[in-house]
């Protein structure tokens, strides 16, 4: 492993010249109802890449007017297309389309992500993998929605049907700016709703693009629509509109709470993927490699901007020092710089505001008296949004920096005693999205995997996400279960038949 180099910003011409054709290819204005349009008002806006801060491409920004003309195209496509009513098979056989579509385009897609996003290149592809596979396994579940018969009186028939509810709204961030689609549309799309995609203004390429193939793989008109544009206006619009019946959201805890709240006005279903401050708990009895690798990776995977990121990291006070030492030696090995060279292992943030919230956090950590084991500050190069990947010790779980999602490749290391010290520590958080444990003790594995108050716990792993397991918050980190069968019920709702006989 190398030392921290600055990147090799000056990118070579051919990958330059590429990259920004690869950009130049994806359509830049509005899908609705099948077709491209601009934004009713005009307006564009800029995206960004973070590595250059050179400008990628200019995108419509779409308004209030164009969520209203989006959803009356998913609600005509529910109301009166083919979508809800043709047989479970071919709404298989469209999701696997889309599957096979993203497989064939899998580089264009993981370059689109790199460049929009900043994360390296290998990383993107391992996106682009994560999300052909939601696709495919949400395509099983098409034909694999089933109802009850329920135990009735003799002279009754009592069955269930689950079926679709409507026009879903669903607004994702800009850290899976692909693998949040597959996550929101895959599941959507298999019970028969129809959808209006809302994506974050700093990563709308790969969700254009997306939105090219989907139309390529034959889901008809007005089924998914796409509006560019930013949160307060699009994003707001959609969570508020009367013909929306349900909302789905991934992002911050604080524009969570706000889309609760727009919901209330006609009670739209809500579901909810907030932030995180996950306790990743390492016992003096772990293998102390793995983990420390793995929770290197729980950290700084993705430069950290993850909401299960494991960025409260709580060490047995036997092995504080050392582990510190052998995680800060880990960061060293780090490659920060170009997201296109593939000896990169972490790239900038994905955007100016970003970049400057977690240098932001790294002085209140100073100032409050944490220590700068590596990193600490921003990266050497000249351009993008780079922030040196850090190991801060003698961090106290009062903290600000303990306490707010800093969204950054920022590992706090905070000391604990014993087991009930580790619970009592890791579930001092308004959040509870995730916590990793790593013991060689199979009933203290088990012990804390109860006792501890997280959506997800993982054991001598971290960061482990597969479509089969479901995932999302305690507390603030969220309301709702995605993935797996529970996705299936985010999407749908249970009709009661009763019949005389
Ligand atoms: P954000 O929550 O503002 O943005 C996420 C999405 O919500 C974007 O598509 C945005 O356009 C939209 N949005 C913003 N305001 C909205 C509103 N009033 N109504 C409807 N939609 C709205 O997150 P942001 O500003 O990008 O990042 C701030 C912090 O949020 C991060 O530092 C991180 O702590 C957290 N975050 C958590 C994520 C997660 O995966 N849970 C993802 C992104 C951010
Ligand atoms: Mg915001």
Known sequence: ??????????????????????????????LIGGRWAAAKSGKTFETVNPATEEVLATVAEGGA????????????????????????HQRTRCLLKIAELLEAHADELAALITLDNGKPIAEARGE??????????????????????NPSEPALFNYTLREPLGVCGQIIPWNGPLSMIAWKIGPALACGNTVVLKPAEQTPLPALRFGQLAVEAGVPEGVVNIITGFGPT????????????????????EVGKEILQASAHDLKRVSLELGG?????????????????????????????VCSAGSRIFVQREIYDEFAQRLAETAKGIRLGDPFDPHTTMGPLVSAEQHERVLGYL????????????????????????????????????????????????ASL??????????????????????GVWTRDLSRAHKLARALKAGTVWINCYGMIDPI?????????????????????????????????
């Open 234 to 253: 699009a994003g707001a619009a959609l969570a508020r509109h009367p013909g929306v019946d349900k909302i789905a959201f991934t992002g911050s805890t």
């Open 128 to 149: 682009v993998g994560r999300t052909i596979e939601v696709f495919i396994y949400y395509a099983g579940w098409a034909t694999k929605i089933y109802g009850e018969t």
């Open 469 to 501: 397991s479901p995932f999302g918050g305690y507390k603030q980190s969220g309301i709702g279960r995605e993935l797996g069968q529970h996705s299936i019920e985010l999407y749908t709702q249970v009709k009661s038949v009763l019949i005389r006989l």
């Open 414 to 435: 905070i000391p604990f005693t014993d087991e009930a010290d580790a619970a009592l520590q890791g579930n001092d958080t308004i959040y509870g999205l995730a916590a």
């Open 277 to 305: 401050k996950s306790p990743n708990i390492i016992f003096a009895d772990a293998d102390l490699k793995s983990s420390v690798s793995g929770s290197a990776a729980g950290i700084f995977r993705n430069q950290g901007q």
């Open 65 to 88: 007017d164009d969520v209203t003309e989006a959803v009356r195209a998913a609600r005509e496509a529910f109301e009166n297309g083919p979508w809800p009513r043709m047989r479970p």
């Open 363 to 410: 002085e209140a950590g100073k100032r409050e008296g944490a220590k700068v084991k590596i990193g600490g500050e921003r990266g050497p190069q000249p351009q993008g949004y780079f922030v040196k990947p850090t190991v801060l010790v003698d961090v106290g779980n009062a903290m600000r920096i303990a306490r707010e999602e800093i969204f950054g490749p920022v």
């Open 1 to 30: 492993m190398g030392e921290l180099l600055p990147s090799e910003q000056a990118m070579p011409d051919e990958q330059r010249k590429r990259t920004s054709e690869l950009a130049r290819s994806v359509p830049k204005q509005l």
